[in-house]
């Protein structure tokens, strides 16, 4: 798992979610110089609590060694992937500030050897890389720099544009307006040198009811479980108490949803041949 970060001062390079992505893109086209093949493997674009924007690139780091110009002697030395990407990335970001620059270049990647290896299972990649749109995820992660988006106001009745920092507009004087953002957040999650496999097959209703009720059963014989917090209140004074409780989880609940596992085209082959044979002896 590689962690790609920006310096303390990110402002100044990163002023919207476009230079992350040309920063990025740069990486990719130095990698493939550098090391001959090119950077492959998802990647999701997260926030930390100071604002800043940093990237996770799941991917299997190059192994050798490959050379590169010292930022400080300007000699050409041969360093590893690790020393690599720090003097690279600093490079790509290049804040004006040098200070800023020696920081970022010193504490501004990172490779978790521990966690690339959990995500060779696929399974717990697709859940690593989904977990931004559960409940329990950290809320600063997925919040956009107020820096990178801005707004303003339309008034409804004479069509002025003002900031949104007013409470009516400057000229009618008319309390309703439309908000108005400009900016964007860029995408918070792709992939390089990937390609997708996808194969649809249509069944009659029938068989997907069926084929929810085998699957919502799999997914119960699991006994998966996970812990919410109970709201209760005290009949006799009206308090509110909380406390901690163990339910079980529960896919299918519908007949509609996803499953996420290692042998996809297996289960589906399993999954299929039994309709099919159920579906024989039916009258």
């Known amino acids: 798992m590689v962690t790609l970060t920006y310096p303390g001062d990110w402002l100044t390079v990163a002023p919207d979610a476009e230079s992350v992505t040309e920063h990025f893109a740069a990486l990719a086209k130095r990698y493939a110089r550098a090391w001959g093949e090119e950077l492959i493997g998802p990647w999701k674009k997260e926030f930390q609590a100071r604002g800043a924007p940093h990237l996770h690139l799941s991917?299997?780091?190059?192994?050798?060694?490959?050379?590169?110009?010292?930022?400080?002697?300007?000699?050409?030395?041969?360093?590893?992937?690790?020393?690599?990407?720090s003097i690279t990335w600093a490079d790509i970001v290049a804040h004006p500030d040098h200070e800023q620059r020696r920081r970022h270049r010193a504490a501004g990647t990172g490779i978790d050897y521990a966690e690339?290896?959990?995500?060779?299972?696929?399974?717990?990649?697709?859940?690593?890389?989904?977990?931004?749109?559960?409940?329990?995820?950290?809320?600063?992660?997925?919040?956009?720099?107020?820096?990178?988006?801005?707004?303003?106001?339309?008034?409804?009745?004479?069509?002025?544009?003002?900031?949104?920092?007013?409470?009516?507009?400057?000229?009618?004087?008319?309390?309703?307006?439309?908000?108005v953002e400009q900016g964007s957040a860029g995408r918070f999650w792709g992939y390089r040198g990937l390609r997708p496999v996808l194969v649809a097959r249509h069944v009659t209703p029938q068989d997907g009811i069926r084929a929810?009720?085998?699957?919502?059963?799999?997914?119960?014989?699991?006994?998966?479980?996970?812990?919410?917090?109970?709201?209760?209140?005290?009949?006799?004074?009206?308090?509110?108490?909380?406390?901690?409780?163990?339910?079980?989880?529960?896919?299918?609940?519908?007949?509609?949803?996803?499953?996420?596992?290692?042998?996809?085209?297996?289960?589906?082959?399993?999954?299929?041949?039994?309709?099919?044979?159920?579906?024989?002896?039916?009258?």
């Open 116 to 179: 690339g290896i959990k995500l060779t299972d696929p399974r717990r990649m697709a859940v690593y890389f989904a977990k931004y749109g559960t409940a329990g995820g950290k809320e600063y992660q997925h919040r956009v720099p107020e820096e990178w988006i801005s707004c303003y106001l339309v008034c409804e009745s004479c069509g002025r544009d003002y900031d949104s920092n007013r409470d009516e507009c400057p000229d009618c004087g008319h309390p309703d307006a439309e908000v």
């Open 59 to 85: 991917t299997t780091p190059p192994m050798g060694f490959t050379t590169i110009t010292d930022p400080d002697t300007g000699t050409r030395r041969e360093v590893d992937f690790k020393t690599w990407l």
């Open 212 to 283: 929810g009720r085998i699957l919502r059963r799999w997914y119960r014989a699991k006994g998966l479980t996970r812990c919410v917090r109970r709201e209760r209140v005290d009949q006799a004074t009206g308090r509110v108490h909380y406390r901690t409780t163990t339910v079980r989880k529960q896919l299918f609940g519908d007949n509609r949803g996803f499953v996420t596992v290692n042998d996809a085209p297996a289960m589906a082959s399993q999954l299929g041949r039994h309709l099919t044979e159920t579906s024989a002896g039916d009258p």
